[in-house]
């Protein structure tokens, strides 16, 4: 089983963005924001991410995803 990103899922499935969104009761911006990384995904979400793509995107790969900022270097 090949692991899919949230964000390669999303590519694949074009307009399913609002679609998850509405059905989950989660804002698209955070979902959008998720998937790019950008935001850190609560377990709970991440379960129900997973399961609304049939667990083709694993909580795994939804936690591997998020990429904290570096922070500022001071000069």
Excluded: C, F
């Excluded at 909580?59 to 270097?73: G, N, T």
């Amino acid at each position: 089983m090949s692991e899919y990103t949230l964000h390669d899922w999303l590519k694949q499935q074009r307009g399913r963005l609002k679609a998850m969104s509405e059905a989950l009761g989660i804002n698209y911006t955070w979902i959008s924001q998720i998937a790019s990384g950008r935001k850190k995904a609560p377990l709970e979400t991440a379960i129900k991410i997973s399961a609304y793509t049939n667990n083709e995107v694993t909580v795994e790969a939804i936690a591997k995803a998020y990429k904290p900022k570096e922070p500022k270097k001071q000069a």
